[in-house]
């Protein structure tokens, strides 16, 4: 499993979430997503989200649409972007 990580501060938490809505990871293969918010600044947003590829997950952030959509939801800055290999996962 691959893991794509994408931290970000955005303007507004509400208007970029209902954004993130129109076009989840899912929409570019991803078999799970979590959002996290960061505890003492509510407009830092990191998405956690699974792809069964590599090339999915790089497809994904290619995508002219994700670009569009971090536009539309008010990022602000570059996102911090990276992919992870899964090397265990457990569930308490």
Same mark, same amino acid.
């Given at each position: 499993?691959?893991?794509?990580?994408?931290?970000?501060?955005? #303007?507004?938490?509400?208007?970029?979430? +209902?954004? @993130?809505? !129109?076009?989840?990871?899912? !929409? &570019?293969? +991803?078999? @799970?997503?979590? =959002?996290?918010?960061?505890?003492e600044?509510?407009?830092?947003?990191?998405?956690? +989200?699974?792809?069964?590829?590599?090339?999915? %997950?790089? %497809? @994904?952030?290619?995508?002219?649409?994700? %670009?569009?959509?971090?536009?539309?939801? &008010?990022?602000? &800055?570059?996102?911090?972007? #990276?992919?992870?290999e !899964?090397?265990?996962? #457990? =569930?308490?």
């Amino acid at each position: 499993m691959k893991i794509l990580i994408v931290n970000h501060s955005v #303007e507004d938490y509400d208007k970029w979430k +209902a954004v @993130f809505d !129109e076009f989840p990871p899912s !929409e &570019g293969g +991803a078999v @799970f997503h979590r =959002i996290n918010r960061n505890v003492e600044d509510d407009n830092n947003v990191t998405i956690i +989200a699974g792809f069964k590829s590599l090339d999915d %997950a790089r %497809a @994904f952030i290619d995508n002219p649409g994700l %670009a569009d959509a971090m536009k539309r939801g &008010g990022v602000v &800055g570059a996102p911090r972007i #990276e992919i992870h290999e !899964e090397v265990e996962a #457990e =569930i308490y």
